[in-house]
């Protein structure tokens, strides 16, 4: 009796359907990345210098940047600043000179991704930008085009590899007038033409990214005139929230207002919170 139950209890083990297996738990991490898919993502960062003594200079530059993802959508928006004056060296014991102006410039860009795959988007953008020191009383421009991603990878270590290309349209209408050194208007110029673009990011490691930004406009109309804006910078995070940030910026006109130069420089180290 005993074996035959021992045989039976055998056979229905082999026969009876497997036991469902209880679902995975999420782990933290992907916890917080299912909530962050529909959020704002927000980076303020201020830079500045200030020297006094035998001459004197001040120099302020701040960026702030905002994006949010959603399923079929990507918004961001990005606003600079930066605003610097300097006295020259004086003589002692003589009036000092009067200090001025050296930068004074702020940009605002809005830009809406409409994703048609998880590659590849339209997308339109509107901005708008002065620069008194350039003779750039105003700058409004809209710009429609297709954006590609070309890579968005995240590795185990922290780091991760983002490519991304925009071609696209652009018009844009600038207002001159010359503030330095003596005031007066001049005429304003249209630009229009096709824009290519580049955004590329590398993290080398969790805590530090090698950013790059391309952008190249060949304006059609009034004229042949070329415009190419690029910037690198390194980010370094020294809490989770606090980094630190070196940028180097290189713009380029070829016909830029009367008197003013082609090329502009700059090279900056700002620290940057993310909320």
């Not at 930066?82 to 702020?106: D, K, T």
């Not at 339109?124 to 297709?146: C, N, P, Q, W, Y």
């Not at 590899?161 to 330095?180: G, H, S």
Request: net charge negative.
């Amino acid at each position: 009796m005993a074996e035959a139950i021992k045989l039976l209890a055998e056979g229905i083990a082999r026969t009876a359907p497997a036991a469902e297996q209880p679902a995975t738990p999420e782990t933290p991490a992907e916890k917080k990345e299912e909530a962050k898919k529909d959020v704002w993502d927000v980076t303020v960062g201020l830079g500045l210098i200030f020297i006094t003594g035998n001459a004197s200079t001040v120099t302020f530059n701040g960026l702030a940047t905002a994006e949010r993802k959603t399923e079929h959508w990507i918004y961001s928006v990005k606003a600079t600043g930066v605003y610097g004056e300097s006295r020259p060296p004086g003589v002692a014991g003589e009036v000092a000179p009067e200090s001025q102006v050296n930068a004074l410039a702020a940009a605002l860009q809005i830009r809406g991704d409409r994703r048609f795959t998880e590659k590849v988007s339209g997308y339109l953008l509107a901005s708008g930008d002065t620069d008194h020191v350039k003779s750039i009383e105003f700058r409004g421009a809209g710009e429609a085009g297709v954006g590609i991603i070309w890579w968005d990878e995240k590795r185990k270590d922290g780091g991760d590899a983002f490519l991304r290309t925009d071609l696209a349209f652009r018009y844009a209408r600038e207002l001159r007038f010359q503030y330095y050194p003596t005031r007066m208007d001049i005429p304003d110029v249209s630009l229009g033409g096709p824009r290519f673009g580049a955004a590329f990011r590398y993290g080398i490691t969790k805590d530090v990214a090698f950013l790059e930004e391309l952008s190249v406009l060949p304006s059609l109309i009034e004229g042949s005139r070329l415009l190419v804006n690029n910037q690198t910078q390194l980010n370094v995070k020294l809490t989770k929230a606090l980094a630190i940030s070196t940028t180097f910026l290189l713009q380029y006109d070829s016909e830029p207002a009367e008197g003013k130069v082609p090329t502009d420089t700059s090279l900056s180290v700002s620290l940057a919170v993310t909320f």
